[in-house]
């Protein structure tokens, strides 16, 4: 079932968001007279349920040169993306809360939910850069007034804050990840469709948008979903490996042209559809006027290997037996043959 990438500024209200989303998606889940609903199942994924610590994202203490290469924010996530790998499927909703404020980890991540034929989508969290800030510094007071009054930390703000609001960001750290921020962009794939709220939506309001992300996942407006070609397993054959079937029908094909063709060109090189079976031949029609020679063979073989390694140009093939690839491999030359004619 469907991934929600929740995505903001730091310190814009996507944790308040992404609990009221769960809340809506567990009433709808749990709603009798919706079927339909029923056979999904709820996670909420988070740096505070993965217990990961916000300075991970610090980059302050580390040389401008090596940032890009930060270990322990790789880390975090690499345990996010596994945690989400584990649960994402048909039948689960994901809701991932965080920054998500990298457009590549978007894009992986809509990969991910893509090849197990989900759909997702991006919760986006409007929020100014002035009240986020607002938002943190009045956290990091409340985190300094905890620190001053010892004896009351367990009594009343440690459990306040554990109900109501997260750590704060170290100042320079919430600068940097508020300039390293990509926006999400409904024009691209991986962000589409783009849902959005601001932090001074109502109940209604929220409410309106949950109804539009919910059909959107598993409502009426869900689409089909289709794995990229080239992630999806084919049957192989079992007379050998893959590769080496494609590799050696490809350069018997290439023998019989060589063996059969005249020295004038343009000849019909017929080739056996299945060797053994009774089945119409191919036909590999050479261009007139001129010999096809051994490099130009070749040359057209590694093109065609590549493309079929590549899953390239695949789209609606099953079975790539011995006999798939001669039919794709001729016409494959034919449409060669023709172009330079």
């Given at each position: 079932m469907?991934l929600?990438?929740?995505?903001g500024?730091p ?8 609990k009221?989303l769960h809340?809506?998606?567990s009433?709808r ?5 919706s ?5 999904y199942r709820?996670h909420?994924i ?8 916000r300075?991970v ?12 290469a930060n ?7 690499a345990?996010i993306?596994?945690a989400?790998k ?7 909703i994901?809701i991932?809360?965080g ?8 894009y992986?991540?809509?990969?991910e939910a893509?090849?197990?034929?989900t759909?997702s989508?991006?919760?986006?969290i409007?929020?100014?850069k ?5 938002v943190?510094?009045e956290?990091l007071?409340?985190r300094q007034d905890?620190v001053?009054?010892v ?9 306040e ?9 170290e100042?320079?750290n919430?600068e940097?990840l508020v300039?390293r921020?990509?926006?999400?962009n409904p024009?691209?794939r991986?962000?589409s469709p783009l849902?959005t709220l601001?932090?001074e939506?109502?109940?209604e ?5 949950f109804?539009s992300?919910w ?12 794995p990229?070609?080239?992630t999806?397993q084919?049957?192989r054959d079992t007379?050998?490996d893959?590769?080496y079937?494609?590799?050696?029908e490809?350069q018997?094909?290439?023998k019989?042209i060589?063996?059969q063709?005249s020295d004038?060109g343009?000849?019909d ?6 060797i053994g ?5 191919l036909?590999?029609?050479l261009p007139a006027?001129k010999?096809?020679g051994l490099?130009q063979?070749q040359r ?8 079929h390694?590549?899953?390239i140009?695949?789209e609606?093939?099953g079975n790539?037996?011995?006999e798939r ?6 016409g494959?030359?034919n449409d060669?043959?023709?172009k330079?004619g």
């Amino acid at each position: 079932m469907p991934l929600i990438i929740v995505t903001g500024l730091p310190t814009s209200g996507k944790t308040t968001r992404a609990k009221q989303l769960h809340n809506y998606l567990s009433e709808r889940i749990a709603d009798s007279s919706s079927p339909a609903a029923a056979k999904y199942r709820l996670h909420l994924i988070s740096d505070q349920t993965l217990s990961i610590s916000r300075s991970v994202y610090d980059l302050s203490a580390t040389p401008a040169h090596t940032r890009s290469a930060n270990a322990s924010e790789k880390d975090a996530r690499a345990a996010i993306y596994g945690a989400t790998k584990r649960v994402l499927s048909d039948r689960d909703i994901v809701i991932l809360d965080g920054l998500n404020y990298i457009k590549g980890w978007r894009y992986q991540l809509f990969c991910e939910a893509k090849a197990v034929r989900t759909p997702s989508c991006v919760l986006q969290i409007g929020c100014t850069k002035e009240k986020a800030k607002e938002v943190n510094e009045e956290r990091l007071r409340r985190r300094q007034d905890a620190v001053d009054a010892v004896k009351d930390k367990e009594e009343k703000n440690g459990e306040e804050r554990e109900e109501e609001e997260e750590d704060p960001y170290e100042p320079e750290n919430w600068e940097n990840l508020v300039f390293r921020y990509e926006e999400p962009n409904p024009m691209t794939r991986w962000d589409s469709p783009l849902f959005t709220l601001i932090w001074e939506d109502d109940e209604e309001q929220t409410k309106q948008v949950f109804d539009s992300l919910w059909d959107a996942i598993a409502g009426e407006a869900r689409k089909l979903v289709r794995p990229n070609q080239a992630t999806v397993q084919r049957t192989r054959d079992t007379g050998g490996d893959y590769l080496y079937v494609l590799d050696r029908e490809t350069q018997e094909i290439v023998k019989r042209i060589l063996d059969q063709q005249s020295d004038d060109g343009g000849d019909d090189i017929k080739i056996p559809r299945n060797i053994g079976s009774n089945s119409e031949d191919l036909v590999v029609e050479l261009p007139a006027g001129k010999k096809v020679g051994l490099p130009q063979l070749q040359r057209l073989r590694r093109a065609y290997m590549g493309l079929h390694r590549g899953g390239i140009g695949l789209e609606g093939v099953g079975n790539m037996g011995p006999e798939r690839i001669r039919e794709t491999f001729v016409g494959y030359l034919n449409d060669a043959f023709e172009k330079d004619g």
